[in-house]
């Protein structure tokens, strides 16, 4: 007859199997295991974007693409006749990222001929396109 086999109690295995839970947990809450498995060093990944120069010349300073257009409710004052009541006014702001990097949001009174994606330049506060 084979010997009997020794079988770990269900207690040992739990508690192997929640260690082993919680040491992925670790891992993968600290970086060190993505999902293309564990990563060689722990050193910071460079950003995919390019470094923006401020001293570049290449770097046109009014010129940016539009990032979002969305209308936005004004109150406009009415005459001192209709005692004091405002009036609602549909506004739009126009959101461009400029070409250095910063953002620059300008309101108008009617809806823009831009839409995200769009390359413009502003002069004079006023958005044109390039």
């Not at 084979?2 to 739990?14: M, Q, Y």
């Amino acid at each position: 007859m084979p010997p009997a086999v020794r079988r770990k109690p269900l207690p040992v295995r739990f508690a192997t199997l929640v260690s082993l839970v919680g040491l992925l947990a670790a891992l993968v809450l600290s970086g060190m295991l993505t999902p293309g498995g564990l990563r060689r060093s722990a050193a910071p990944q460079a950003d995919p974007e390019p470094v923006i120069r401020l001293n570049d010349p290449s770097i046109c300073v009014v010129c940016g693409v539009v990032e979002a257009v969305r209308p936005h409710e004004t109150r406009v004052p009415r005459d001192a006749a209709n005692s004091g009541a405002s009036a609602a006014r549909t506004a739009w702001r126009v959101t461009v990222r400029m070409e250095d990097g910063s953002y620059r949001t300008l309101s108008q009174a009617d809806p823009p001929a831009f839409r995200p994606g769009d390359r413009v330049r502003i002069t004079d506060g006023a958005i044109a396109a390039r």
